[in-house]
């Protein structure tokens, strides 16, 4: 029998840490590695177009299982157009492993530069450095284990990407095993304290809140979270990028925290909270940079990227899961109820009017609410732009957005990653801006198995930049037919401009499986959803406050 090879180790290292499959698109310096991994046949390797949209496939579906998200790509031209794409995993705590091909060591000595080397060979390490958590070139065959295992662990105890480097003759090599993966330690009596010290801050508070980040999902926490929540009578809000979160998990959720763009009464309570409970959030400026009364962190109760930090007091080194079992230990299992009236439950908009008048964002929100309430939520995908501002006026569903990053093209090739991962097929938001990144990737879907439904926010431009800078001519793309495309790329086409157009779409996409269908919306010019607008207001109000 012979012996496994590298890919093969590395294969099974990806397999014991939640991988299900490979993003990627080879290039020479890659194919022995994508060789490999096809003859060994356990990790399907699913190509698409560009390398954003692998990028952002892959981290949606480490978004969705919690676990790696594999990309693989070639040395240079490959590696280097999915850089946007880890930025965003980087800035919004993804596991996203980066395969990459190389150059073999002797050709890295023939002195001649190689084609897709940019300044020097290791440039693409470099810039790979400022993106990612750790870094392991396998380029001996002897230290590779080892450095494969560090730099996976790494990825999911940090919840970072990170990069591995395949030199193009080693794939085939024979190589040992790759360790198991590292069963995280902390120490137990800085957990109790900070545990102790939240609770006490907690129960002696008049007006207690939790608000749930990111990080919830990333270290697979929900349940977890939403019981400690029951037990202390804690009413739920979601940070802007943590919406989605707890969707799930029957507890009432208060809604989503958007300063002076959000719910004003909301926006009131959490700016007021005299013990803010922040569980994995990013302290970010779309989290929480445009309130009216800055939220001060000073008297929050922040769990963060392995810290604890209460008031003056920091705990380092101290991980969520960790301290989310030492505060359930510490709470009996009956649940209190809330210290204080729970905000009351936002108001969704529903009942689309199923009339001739031209469609706008909230028109949008309104029927997807309707679809929802006759055949259970689904889950989204969204783009940035005033699809995003609508998905905020959406019933609680799952909902992966790059919502801190903010890069656009995450829609469509997320959509794909999430069906992918969670078996469910999505809803994708995206406006024509963004599509004309990167929602060619849809002609994928078919090959791939999926089929979700798209609905683009045709509005001829780039509405959210036009919002803030009303003037640009550089705002206008031009009306493009959206709706004609999708025959070609193996999917349906619905070309929809009133809002009983809408409802029909919808229900046409519903029924119909098996072929993705997109929903070519043409909004109104001007039209944007309210939560946009609020949030423009709100931008230019904080930005350019009035002189005194
Ligand atoms: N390039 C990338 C990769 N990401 C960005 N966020 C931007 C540029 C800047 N940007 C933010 S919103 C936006 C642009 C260009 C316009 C989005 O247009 P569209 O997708 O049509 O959505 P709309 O604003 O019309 O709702």
């Known amino acids: 029998m012979s012996h496994p090879t590298l890919a093969q180790r590395l294969v099974d290292a990806l397999l014991a840490r939640g991988a299900r499959e490979i993003f990627g698109i080879p290039g020479d310096f890659a194919l022995p590695l994508f060789r490999e991994i096809e003859r060994d046949g356990r990790l399907p390797i699913l190509t698409l177009a560009h390398e954003p949209g692998v990028g952002f496939a892959a981290d949606a579906t480490a978004r969705v299982r919690g676990a790696l998200g594999v990309a693989a790509v070639t040395y240079g031209a490959g590696a280097l157009n999915l850089v946007n794409a880890v930025a965003g995993a980087y800035a919004e705590r993804v596991p996203l492993v980066v395969l990459s091909g190389a150059p073999a060591a002797h050709e890295a000595v023939s002195g001649l530069l190689l084609h897709h080397q ?11 450095e400022e993106i990612t958590a750790d870094r392991a070139r396998l380029d001996d065959l002897e230290r590779a284990p080892q450095a494969i295992a560090r730099v996976l662990d790494t990825a999911l105890a940090r919840s970072r990407p990170v990069y591995l480097e395949i030199p193009r003759d080693l794939p085939g090599q024979p190589c040992a095993a790759v360790p198991a993966p590292a069963i995280r330690t902390w120490d137990a009596e800085r957990v109790a304290a900070a545990a102790d010290e939240l609770l006490a ?6 007006d207690p809140l939790l608000v749930v980040g990111v990080e919830v999902r990333r270290y697979g926490l929900e349940a977890k979270v939403a019981e400690l929540a029951r037990r202390l009578g804690l009413p739920v809000i979601t940070s802007f990028m943590g919406r989605g979160l707890l969707a799930e998990a029957g507890i009432p959720l208060a809604g989503t925290y958007l300063g002076l763009a959000g719910d004003p009464e909301l926006s009131h309570r959490v700016e007021h909270s005299d013990a803010l409970l922040l569980l994995g959030v990013i302290v ?26 209460v008031g003056h007091h920091v705990y380092p080194e101290l991980p969520l899961a960790a301290l989310v079992d030492a505060l359930l230990q510490r709470c009996p299992p009956q649940a209190r109820p809330a210290v204080a009236a729970p905000p009351a439950p936002p108001a969704y908009p529903q009942g689309l009017a199923e009339d001739d008048e031209p469609v706008a964002p909230d028109d949008i929100a309104r029927a997807i609410n309707d679809l929802f309430a006759r055949h259970g939520p689904m889950p989204i995908a969204s783009d940035v732009g005033d699809c995003l501002f609508t998905a905020m006026a959406l019933r609680p569903s799952a909902l992966l957005a790059p919502g801190y990053y903010a ?37 994928h879907a078919a090959r791939l198995g999926l089929d979700p439904i798209v609905l683009v926010f045709n509005n001829s431009g780039w509405e959210m930049l036009r919002s803030f800078l009303p003037e640009g001519g550089f705002h206008d793309l031009g009306r493009w037919d959206f709706a004609s495309m999708a025959g070609g790329m193996g999917g349906d086409g619905h070309a929809v401009k009133t809002r009983a157009e809408l409802a029909a779409a919808l229900r046409k996409a519903l029924a119909t499986r098996g072929r993705f269908q997109l929903i070519d919306i043409r909004l109104a010019p001007g039209a944007r959803s309210q939560t946009l607008q609020r949030f423009v207001a709100a931008v230019k109000r904080l930005s350019m406050p009035e002189p005194a």
């Open 201 to 206: 801050r907690l129960r002696a508070a008049r």
């Open 284 to 309: 970010s400026d779309t989290n929480f940079a445009v309130s009216a009364k800055r939220i001060d962190f000073r008297h929050a109760l922040v769990a963060y990227d392995d810290e604890v930090r």
């Open 407 to 443: 890069t656009m093209g995450y829609g469509v090739p997320a959509g794909l990653g999430l069906q992918q991962a969670s078996g469910q097929r999505p809803l994708i938001l995206v406006g024509d801006g963004a599509f004309q990144m990167t929602g060619w990737e849809i002609g």
């Open 118 to 128: 940019v300044k020097q060979l290791d440039s693409q390490w470099r810039l790979y």
